[in-house]
T-cell receptor
Framework: AQSVAQPEDQVNVAEGNPLTVKCTYS??????LFWYVQYPNRGLQFLLK??????LVKGSYGFEAEFNKSQTSFHLKKPSALVSDSALYFC?????????????FGQGTTLQVKP | NAGVTQTPKFQVLKTGQSMTLQCAQD?????MSWYRQDPGMGLRLIHY???????DQGEVPNGYNVSRSTTEDFPLRLLSAAPSQTSVYFC??????????????FGEGSRLTVL
C-alpha cells in the first residue's frame, strides 16, 4: 500500500530565508512523487513532480524538490522564501507500476512566511 | 477551457438526506477522482475512475457511490448523509498514463455540512 508522511504540521520561516518542507513516502513499485500547494478556499495546484532522472527537480514559483531513494524522502525546498509562499503544501505519491493514476496524499504542512 | 467544474460550492443537508455532487472536466482526461479534505487528515481518496464505465474504491469509500457514464462527468452520490460526511470535497482529473499521469487538475471544492 502507498503512504505519505509529512512530519511537520507547520513550518515557520522568515522572508528571504531558505525553506524546507519534509516528506517521506512508502510505495511498492517505482515512486512517482508530487508536490501540490493550496491557497485558502481554493483547490490544489500542481507544483512539481519526480518521475525519473535527476534527483533534483524544479517546479513553479522557484520551488524545487530533492528525491532521495535511500531515505525514501522528497523534501520541498526554496532558496529564498516570500510572504506570498504562505499556504498549505501537500506531498503525494503514485505507484509508477500502476496504470490507474491513483494519487495518495500526505496530511499537509502549513508554511508560514513572516516579513 | 473551464478545467474542472464542481457544483454546488456549498450545501447543507440534514442527516439521512441524499444528494449528488457534480464534477465535469473539459480536458478529455481519462482519470477522475474524488477526495475529501478534513483538518489534520489531508486529502483522502474516496473513489476514482480510469475511464467511462470503470470505477474503483479509494481509501474511504463507505457512504458514497459514483458512476462514470461519460469521459467528462464523474458525480459523487451520498445516499444517506451522516454528520461524519461533513467535509470539503474535491474532484480532480488527469491523463491516465505516461509522464503526465498524476498531474491532477482540481476543482474549487464543495463544502458540505450535514446537520
Amino acid at each position: 500500500a502507498q503512504s505519505v508522511a509529512q512530519p511537520e504540521d507547520q513550518v515557520n520561516v522568515a522572508e528571504g530565508n531558505p525553506l524546507t518542507v519534509k516528506c517521506t513516502y512508502s510505495v511498492s513499485g517505482n515512486p512517482y512523487l508530487f508536490w501540490y500547494v493550496q491557497y485558502p478556499n481554493r483547490g490544489l495546484q500542481f507544483l512539481l513532480k519526480y518521475i525519473t532522472g535527476d534527483n533534483l527537480v524544479k517546479g513553479s514559483y522557484g520551488f524545487e524538490a530533492e528525491f532521495n531513494k535511500s531515505q525514501t524522502s522528497f523534501h520541498l525546498k526554496k532558496p529564498s522564501a516570500l510572504v506570498s509562499d504562505s499556504a498549505l503544501y501537500f506531498c503525494a505519491v503514485r505507484d509508477g507500476s500502476s496504470n490507474t493514476g491513483k494519487l495518495i496524499f500526505g496530511q499537509g504542512t502549513t508554511l508560514q512566511v513572516k516579513p | 477551457n473551464a478545467g474542472v467544474t464542481q457544483t454546488p460550492k456549498f450545501q447543507v443537508l440534514k442527516t439521512g438526506q441524499s444528494m449528488t455532487l457534480q464534477c465535469a472536466q473539459d480536458m478529455n482526461h481519462e482519470y477522475m477522482s474524488w477526495y475529501r479534505q478534513d483538518p489534520g487528515m489531508g486529502l483522502r481518496l474516496i473513489h476514482y475512475s480510469v475511464g467511462a464505465g470503470i470505477t474503483d474504491q479509494g481509501e474511504v469509500p463507505n457512504g458514497y457511490n459514483v458512476s462514470r457514464s461519460t469521459t467528462e462527468d464523474f458525480p459523487l452520490r451520498l445516499l444517506s448523509a451522516a454528520p461524519s460526511q461533513t467535509s470539503v470535497y474535491f474532484c480532480a482529473s488527469s491523463y491516465r498514463g505516461g509522464g503526465n499521469a498524476g498531474e491532477l487538475f482540481f476543482g474549487e471544492g464543495s463544502r458540505l455540512t450535514v446537520l
